[in-house]
């Protein structure tokens, strides 16, 4: 029997799966972890303490739990992402890895290469504006702030390819992970910027491009004795997370969509030309010549673990009860969910949050129905920006925040649309299994080992209430942004 190993990279910890040929999961692992948080506006991870240690753990104890009869077939390593890590030679990482969009350190270097460049230049031929979810202004943010570090990097990487590169020694890069290392990639043309990227990257070398189940080498005998993996297994290419996810629950098609509830909200639309909104992500998909629109919140079930936190020690399904006796619309009571600045589609890393309508008889329940609903408005508004370019005929629902007994119906509720919820829940690591299948040929590229267990539907009485609110919701930003931008700048002095 051929088995896939599947590992991700994840905000909140690794996964691993090991995977028949058919779909069947055969054993799983999970290593919990956290992010570093050393400085306002930073996020980073030790790649190699955190990251190449717990996938060789994750290996090892995977391999340990093979069915006798079983023989690995292939691997593959998915990561959050976009991320930038800086190595030398001997793929030391030569400082923590800078994360994704959440990391805002590089504002200045954003206003600076958008200005170099010019932001429609960057718009046509990147796909998107420049944000913090960039990795070229990360690495500007080194070059300027770390020379030491810049100076002696020999090679960049994003999280899973820098696992790619411990397991095989290949220098690769997948076209996705590169089409979000704006403004380095041409989009459009599926290839590397190469006038942009120098002047950015300056002695670094470009990675080899490649798709996201190419085999782009084998699993070296050092590699091997680290994670227990055999030495010569195949190894695809993998790409960030969310989009192994969205690969995994069969979101393949122009107009699918995937809804990721998790610490933030993470959305991807298949489409079928190329589109460039300065409020998304254009990008490149999974599959090999596919585009796709991304979005994502800066905070999502992080905003309902920190109201847990300062409104007492009440469990999770006591604080849902609560809510669940709130009526939809939280009577009166909006919440506009920036506590963390937002990325799409405001870009605003200096944003904050506003709770706007609360009484002295709105309880701890208003304030987590409320909570949610915010977070729901702001899916509405992206969605309405993915409509420009494709409508959506299919939405697929992944992550732990469907345990939530209001959040997704909210979503449903106010967006419309309706949610297929699938049956195996795993994640990106699934998805990764599937990705070095297909690249290893034991199954054909069409190949979908999704499955729907369910739906949540939207319910019409609530649709004129949240329509009206929805409308009072969307002024609340631009009314407010003057006030929170000065706030802002009191919070990190």
């Known amino acids: 029997m051929d088995v896939l190993l599947g590992i991700d990279m994840g905000t909140g910890s690794t996964k691993g799966v090991l995977v028949d040929a058919t779909g069947t999961v055969l054993a799983t692992e999970t290593i919990a972890h956290s992010m570093s948080l050393p400085r306002p506006g930073w996020a980073e991870v030790d790649a190699e303490d955190l990251w190449w240690h717990e996938v060789c753990s994750i290996s090892s104890t995977l391999m340990s739990r093979m069915p006798a009869n079983a023989s690995l077939a292939a691997m593959c390593v998915s990561g959050v992402g976009p991320c930038l890590v800086l190595c030398d030679d001997d793929l030391r990482p030569l400082r923590p890895a800078i994360l994704y969009g959440i990391d805002t350190r590089a504002a200045a270097e954003i206003d600076s290469l958008t200005a170099e460049f010019g932001a429609e230049n960057i718009k046509d031929q990147a796909g998107t504006v420049l944000s913090s979810q960039a990795v070229g202004p990360k690495i500007e943010w080194v070059r300027r702030h770390e020379p030491h570090v810049f100076e002696r990097a020999t090679g960049w990487y994003g999280s899973n390819s820098y696992i790619t590169a411990k397991l095989t020694g290949e220098y690769v890069l997948d076209h996705h992970t590169a089409s979000q290392c704006d403004p380095l990639y041409l989009t459009r043309d599926f290839t590397w910027n190469e006038s942009w990227a120098q002047r950015v990257c300056g002695h670094l070398p470009l990675p080899r491009l490649v798709w996201p189940s190419d085999i782009v080498g084998t699993v070296t005998a050092a590699a091997a004795a680290s994670t227990g993996v055999p030495a010569g297994t195949p190894v695809a290419a993998g790409t960030v997370d969310a989009y192994s996810e969205a690969f995994s629950v069969g979101v393949r098609q122009p107009g699918d969509q995937m809804l990721m509830y998790g610490s933030t909200m993470f959305l991807v639309q298949i489409i079928d030309d190329y589109h460039s909104d300065p409020t998304l992500w254009t990008t490149a998909?999974?599959?090999?010549?596919?585009?796709?629109?991304?979005?994502?919140?800066?905070?999502?079930?992080?905003?309902?673990?920190?109201?847990?936190?300062?409104?007492?020690?009440?469990?999770?399904?006591?604080?849902?009860?609560?809510?669940?006796?709130?009526?939809?619309?939280?009577?009166?009571?909006?919440?506009?969910?920036?506590?963390?600045?937002?990325?799409?589609?405001?870009?605003?890393?200096?944003?904050?949050?506003?709770?706007?309508?609360?009484?002295?008889?709105?309880?701890?329940?208003?304030?987590?129905?409320?909570?949610?609903?915010?977070?729901?408005?702001?899916?509405?508004?992206?969605?309405?920006?993915?409509?420009?370019?494709?409508?959506?005929?299919?939405?697929?629902?992944?992550?732990?925040?469907?345990?939530?007994?209001?959040?997704?119906?909210?979503?449903?509720?106010?967006?419309?649309?309706?949610?297929?919820?699938?049956?195996?829940?795993?994640?990106?690591?699934?998805?990764?299994?599937?990705?070095?299948?297909?690249?290893?040929?034991?199954?054909?590229?069409?190949?979908?080992?999704?499955?729907?267990a369910y739906e949540i539907t939207p319910d019409p009485r609530n649709r004129e209430l949240y329509d009206d609110l929805y409308a009072t919701w969307r002024e609340l930003y631009p009314a407010t942004r003057p006030q929170v931008h000065r706030l802002s700048a009191i919070d990190t002095t």
């Open 285 to 452: 998909g999974v599959e090999r010549g596919s585009l796709t629109l991304a979005a994502g919140t800066s905070t999502a079930g992080s905003l309902i673990g920190w109201l847990q936190g300062v409104t007492g020690d009440a469990s999770f399904d006591d604080l849902m009860a609560e809510a669940q006796g709130v009526p939809p619309g939280s009577e009166g009571l909006l919440v506009v969910p920036y506590l963390a600045g937002e990325r799409t589609p405001v870009f605003d890393p200096q944003a904050r949050g506003v709770v706007a309508g609360l009484t002295l008889r709105h309880s701890r329940g208003h304030l987590f129905r409320a909570a949610y609903e915010g977070i729901s408005f702001g899916i509405r508004q992206i969605l309405e920006r993915f409509d420009d370019a494709h409508s959506g005929n299919r939405t697929v629902a992944v992550g732990g925040g469907l345990r939530s007994p209001i959040w997704a119906q909210a979503v449903s509720d106010i967006t419309g649309r309706t949610q297929l919820v699938p049956e195996q829940a795993i994640g990106a690591s699934y998805g990764d299994a599937l990705l070095a299948a297909i690249g290893v040929g034991l199954v054909p590229p069409q190949t979908d080992w999704a499955r729907i």
